[in-house]
């Protein structure tokens, strides 16, 4: 059994660079097919679960698996270049799954803080540089109810919850450090 073939919603959205290289091979495919008929060709695997959020995706998925058929050889090819990429583009491999959300006592949506950051280190920007992702932060920081990265207690409750394994608390000081500066409208007494 596969659970979350598309690592929590992670794979909904690829990097342009790997898109292009899975649609120049077929540009009639979706690239969360290709993760869908990779997991399925894994020797033993008789069941692929996904989290759909709503009907329409639902369908879609049951779509890819009823007109199921194995990555050929190429295809196994492309998907090792396009693992590749993905990997060099990811600074915290946060999958969304949001289990680390409800241990939270500051009320951080961590999944939501992970998937800005990476979406800024992705663009490559300086600290400090303005960008159309730290905007997006400074708006949901906004929010009334939740907390920032700088709110983080490091209480390590959201580590037990969380799949990949990931050192949340060590890594909140470093989301702080790239969106909460001056440039955002944070100030050091925010």
């Given at each position: 059994?596969?659970?979350?073939?598309?690592?929590?919603?992670?794979?909904?959205?690829?990097?342009?660079?790997?898109?292009?290289?899975?649609?120049?091979?077929?540009?009639?495919?979706?690239?969360i097919?290709?993760?869908?008929?990779?997991?399925?060709?894994?020797?033993?695997?008789?069941?692929?679960?996904?989290?759909?959020?709503?009907?329409?995706?639902?369908?879609?998925?049951?779509?890819?698996?009823?007109?199921?058929?194995?990555?050929?050889?190429e295809?196994?090819?492309?998907?090792?270049?396009?693992?590749?990429?993905?990997?060099?583009?990811?600074?915290?491999?946060?999958?969304k799954c949001?289990?680390?959300?409800?241990?939270?006592?500051?009320?951080?949506?961590?999944?939501?803080?992970?998937?800005?950051?990476?979406?800024?280190?992705?663009?490559?920007?300086?600290?400090?540089?303005?960008?159309?992702?730290?905007?997006?932060?400074?708006?949901?920081?906004?929010?009334?109810?939740?907390?920032?990265?700088?709110?983080?207690t490091?209480?390590?409750?959201?580590?037990?919850e969380?799949?990949q394994q990931?050192?949340?608390?060590?890594?909140?000081?470093e989301?702080?450090?790239?969106?909460?500066?001056?440039?955002?409208?944070?100030?050091?007494?925010?």
């Amino acid at each position: 059994i596969v659970m979350e073939p598309l690592k929590g919603g992670f794979l909904v959205d690829v990097p342009k660079e790997a898109e292009d290289i899975m649609r120049s091979y077929n540009p009639d495919e979706a690239p969360i097919s290709w993760a869908f008929r990779y997991v399925a060709g894994i020797e033993g695997v008789f069941m692929v679960l996904a989290g759909a959020s709503t009907l329409e995706q639902m369908e879609e998925d049951i779509a890819f698996m009823d007109n199921y058929k194995p990555l050929n050889e190429e295809e196994h090819k492309i998907i090792e270049e396009v693992t590749e990429i993905i990997n060099s583009k990811i600074a915290i491999p946060c999958t969304k799954c949001n289990y680390c959300i409800s241990s939270c006592p500051a009320n951080i949506m961590i999944p939501k803080l992970f998937d800005l950051y990476n979406n800024e280190k992705i663009q490559g920007l300086e600290i400090g540089a303005f960008s159309a992702v730290g905007n997006a932060y400074r708006n949901y920081s906004c929010l009334e109810g939740v907390g920032i990265a700088s709110d983080c207690t490091a209480c390590e409750a959201c580590m037990k919850e969380c799949p990949q394994q990931i050192d949340i608390p060590s890594l909140m000081p470093e989301v702080a450090k790239t969106f909460e500066t001056e440039t955002y409208g944070f100030t050091k007494d925010d």
